[in-house]
C-alpha cells in the first residue's frame, strides 16, 4: 500500500511538474521574459508596455501616465511625443509621458493597467477609451457579460486579476490551467458561441446585436473606479469625450477604394466594420461620449470634450478614430489648454520647485469672521522665528494634531520630505523620520508617539513610530510588507497593510504598545480594506465586498487579542461609487460618500448611540475629507469655488450640527484638522502650502 501511494504522489507531482514547465514555455516564449519569471510578472503577458513603466524608478521628472488604446499607441500617432515636448514647454521641465496604449484595449484594460501601477507615482493620469468596447456589444445577449468574459481574452485576464493573490506563490500552475480550460471552450466545448480574442473581428452575422448598448454599465464603472483608485493615490486624472468621424456617405467599399473624405496618411486606417455596423458604432460612441460627460464635475478631474472640439471634421481623422497629424496637434493641444486653465501647470513647473517662501501676515479680518461665532486668531503654525530645520520650502502637507502637539509633512524637493513635530506650548520641534521621493504619507500623533507611513531609499512604503520622549523610532512593518494610513489612540496603532509588493489586497492590521503584538483585523481575502481610524479600541475603516463599499467597526479585547469585525454601512451595491475617508471620536463616525448620479461628494455623520446618520451639509458642490475630535467636526468644502475649512459642533441631544465658515479667502484651504480648539489646514496663499491655524473659543 504504500508503495502504490508512493508511486502515485510521483506520478502526481510529475503532472503538475510537466503541466507548470509546459505552461512555462508557452507564456514566456512569447513574451520576452525569463522562464523562471515569478507568476505575478504574467501581467505583462496582457501587458508587456508595463515592464518598462514598473522598472522606472526616476522622481526627478513630471510622470504622466496614459491609459487609452490604438488612438494614442506610438504605432498609430505621434501623440507621446507631441504631449511630452509640449507640457515640457509649458513647465520648463522634464517630462516622462509613459505611454500603456495598446491596440484594441478598452477601459477594462485601463483600470487593470493602473491597478497593476499602483505602487506607482503619477503626476497626471490620461484616460482615452471607448471604441473597443462596442466590439463587445457584438453578441447575442444571452452570451453577453458585464464583465467582459464572453471574450476569450477578458476570461483569462479577469481570472488572473482577480486570483492575484495566488501570485505570490511561484508556480504559475492556476493560470495556464485556466488559459487551457479557455481553449477548451472556446474551440471545443461552446466553439461559435465564444467570441475571439481581443482585437480580431466579431462575426459579421452578429454585427446588428451591436445596436443594444450593453457597455454602457461596465464602461461606467470601470471609469469609476480608476478615478476612484486615482483618489486614493491622490493623482489627478484628465478624462476626455472620444473624437470621431463618420461620414454621412461611408460605406466598407468606398473606404477601402479611397473614395471618403478622410485625410491621407502613411499609415492605413482601420474601417468602422472593425468595431461594427456603423449606425451602431456611432450610437454606441455617442452612449460612452454622455457617460464620460458624466465625470466632468467630478472632483481632481480634468475634462476635455474633444469630440465636440474635434468631432465631425475630416481633416482631423484618418478613419473614424484615429488622428491625422492636423488632429493630433489639436487634440494635444486641447489637452494643454485645460491644463492651463485648470493651473495643473502651478504644481509642476520650475516655480514649484523648491525656494524660499515668505510667509503672509494673517489677513484682514471680515466683520462678519470678526463677530462671528469663534474670536478670531488666524497665524502660521511655525512662525517666522522657527529655526531653518523646521522650514520646509517645497510645502507642509498632512497635518494632524493632538493636544497643543502637531505632526505633518515637509517637502524638501520633489526626492525629499521629512515628518515633522512641533510642540505650541515650547514652541520646540524637530524633524523625526525621512521619506523620499514625492509621494503623500499621512503622519499620525497620540501622547508622544508619532507613526506615519514613509517612502526608504528602494520606493518601498513601510510604518515608523517615533516617541518623542525617548527618540527613539522602530519599524512596525515587515521587510517587504506594504503599509499606509496608519493611525494612533493611546497605546494602539492600526495601518493597511499588503504584506508584500505581490499581495493583491490590503488588510488592517492593529499593533498593541503594550503586549508588542500585532492582530489581523479583517480577514477577507479578496477585497481591499483601507483608511482605518482609531479611538481608544474602536476602528474603523473603508471597505469593498460583494460589489458594495461600505465603512466596517470593530471594537479591540485586549484580554482575547480579538477585534470582531460587522459592517456599519454599505452604498447598497452600485447606488453610490464610494463610501471612504471614515473617522471616529468616542460613539461618532464622520465618512464621506460621493453618489452615482451626480458624482458629488458629501459628507454624513453617524452617531452609534441612537444609531442615526445625517447629512451635515446640503449645500451644492463638494465637501470631503472629514475629521472629529470629541464632537467638533471639520471638513473641507468647495461651494464657494475653491476649497474651504468648514465647522460645526454636534448636539446629540437635539442631533443638531450647525455648520460654520472658517476661511474666507479666494485661495485653497484644504485637509484641516482639529485638536484642543483648535483647527489646523494647508493654506495655499503663499504658492506652496503652508500649515496655518485657527483658535477657537474654550
Excluded at 461600505?550 to 479585547?557: F, Q
Aim: some cysteine.
Amino acid at each position: 500500500m504504500k508503495r502504490r501511494l508512493g508511486l502515485v504522489a510521483v506520478y502526481s507531482l510529475s503532472v503538475i511538474l510537466a503541466f507548470e514547465l509546459a505552461g512555462r514555455v508557452n507564456f514566456f516564449s512569447h513574451h520576452d521574459l525569463s522562464f523562471w519569471t515569478p507568476a505575478s510578472h504574467l501581467a505583462y503577458r496582457f501587458y508587456p508596455n508595463l515592464k518598462p513603466i514598473t522598472e522606472d524608478n526616476r522622481l526627478d521628472r513630471v510622470r504622466v501616465l496614459v491609459l487609452a488604446a490604438s488612438a494614442l499607441n506610438p504605432g498609430w500617432s505621434d501623440f507621446e511625443v507631441r504631449l511630452r515636448d509640449q507640457l515640457s514647454a509649458m513647465l520648463g521641465r522634464e517630462v516622462q509621458v509613459f505611454n500603456s496604449s495598446m491596440p484594441a484595449r478598452t477601459s477594462l484594460d485601463s483600470y487593470y493597467k493602473y491597478w497593476f501601477l499602483r505602487e506607482k507615482h503619477f503626476d497626471l493620469v490620461i484616460l482615452y477609451n471607448s471604441i473597443n468596447e462596442l466590439r463587445a456589444n457584438n453578441v447575442p445577449d444571452a452570451l453577453w457579460r458585464d464583465d467582459y468574459s464572453h471574450y476569450a481574452w477578458y476570461d483569462e485576464a479577469n481570472f488572473y486579476f482577480r486570483h492575484y493573490p495566488l501570485t505570490r506563490y511561484w508556480t504559475i500552475l492556476p493560470f495556464y490551467l485556466k488559459h487551457l480550460a479557455v481553449v477548451l471552450d472556446r474551440k471545443v466545448l461552446h466553439k461559435g458561441q465564444k467570441v475571439c480574442y481581443n482585437g480580431e473581428r466579431t462575426r459579421p452575422e452578429w454585427w446588428r446585436f451591436g445596436a443594444t448598448v450593453k457597455s454602457e454599465k461596465p464602461f461606467r464603472q470601470h471609469l469609476a473606479h480608476t478615478i476612484a483608485l486615482a483618489r486614493t493615490k491622490h493623482e489627478p486624472v484628465l478624462v476626455m469625450t472620444y473624437a470621431y468621424y463618420l461620414p454621412p456617405d461611408y460605406s466598407l467599399e468606398r473606404f477601402e477604394k479611397g473614395q471618403l473624405d478622410y485625410a491621407q496618411s502613411a499609415v492605413k486606417g482601420s474601417p468602422v466594420e472593425t468595431w461594427g455596423l456603423p449606425a451602431n458604432v456611432r450610437k454606441g460612441l455617442d452612449v460612452h461620449n454622455s457617460v464620460l460627460r458624466e465625470f466632468a464635475k467630478t472632483d481632481g478631474v480634468f475634462f476635455v470634450d474633444q469630440q465636440a472640439l474635434l468631432g465631425g471634421q475630416a481633416k482631423n481623422f484618418i478613419d473614424v478614430c484615429h488622428l491625422s497629424p492636423v488632429g493630433m496637434e489639436q487634440f494635444v493641444q486641447n489637452i494643454v489648454i485645460e491644463l492651463l486653465e485648470r493651473r495643473w501647470e502651478t504644481q509642476h513647473s520650475v516655480e514649484s520647485l523648491p525656494q524660499p517662501v515668505p510667509r503672509q501676515e494673517p489677513h484682514s479680518l471680515t466683520t462678519r469672521e470678526r463677530d462671528g461665532v469663534f474670536p478670531q486668531k488666524l497665524s502660521p503654525v511655525i512662525p517666522d522665528t522657527a529655526p531653518p530645520s523646521l522650514i520646509a520650502p517645497a510645502g507642509e502637507r498632512h497635518p494632524f494634531a493632538f493636544g497643543h502637539q502637531i505632526v505633518w509633512q515637509g517637502f524638501h524637493d520633489r526626492r525629499h520630505a521629512g515628518i515633522y513635530f512641533y510642540d505650541l506650548t515650547t514652541q520646540q520641534g524637530e524633524q523625526v523620520l525621512e521619506s523620499v521621493g514625492p509621494d503623500e504619507v499621512f503622519p499620525r500623533i497620540a501622547g508622544g508617539r508619532i507613526i506615519s507611513d514613509v517612502i526608504d531609499g528602494r520606493g518601498h512604503r513601510e510604518i515608523y513610530v517615533y516617541d518623542a520622549r525617548t527618540k527613539q523610532k522602530q519599524r512596525l512593518t515587515g521587510k517587504h510588507a506594504i503599509g499606509m494610513h496608519p493611525d494612533i489612540s493611546g497605546d494602539l496603532a492600526v495601518w493597511s497593510i499588503r504584506r508584500d509588493a505581490r499581495a493583491a489586497k490590503y488588510d488592517i492590521v492593529l499593533y498593541d504598545f503594550t503586549t508588542k503584538k500585532e492582530i489581523r483585523v479583517t480577514q477577507d481575502p479578496g477585497y481591499d480594506d483601507v483608511a482605518p481610524a482609531i479611538d481608544q479600541n474602536r476602528i474603523v475603516w473603508q471597505s469593498l465586498r460583494a460589489g458594495e463599499s461600505g465603512i466596517y467597526l470593530c471594537t479591540y479585547d485586549r484580554a482575547t487579542g480579538t477585534c470582531p469585525e460587522h459592517r456599519l454601512i454599505a452604498d447598497g451595491g452600485g447606488r453610490t461609487f464610494a463610501l471612504g475617508e471614515p473617522d471616529i471620536a468616542g460613539p461618532l463616525i464622520v465618512f464621506s460618500k460621493v453618489t452615482a448620479a451626480t458624482h458629488a461628494q458629501t459628507v454624513y455623520l453617524y452617531d452609534l448611540t441612537t444609531d442615526r446618520i445625517q447629512l451635515l451639509s446640503t449645500r451644492p458642490g463638494f465637501q470631503q475629507s472629514p475629521k472629529i475630535s470629541g464632537r467638533q467636526i471639520v471638513w473641507q468644502d468647495q461651494r464657494n469655488g475653491v476649497w474651504d475649512v468648514y465647522y460645526c459642533e454636534y448636539d446629540p441631544r437635539t442631533g443638531a450640527c450647525p455648520e460654520e465658515r472658517i476661511t474666507h479667502d479666494p485661495w485653497t484651504e484644504q485637509q484641516p484638522v482639529l485638536s484642543d480648539n483648535r483647527i489646523f489646514w494647508e493654506d495655499y496663499r503663499s504658492g506652496h502650502s503652508i500649515l496655518y491655524m485657527y483658535e477657537m473659543r474654550q
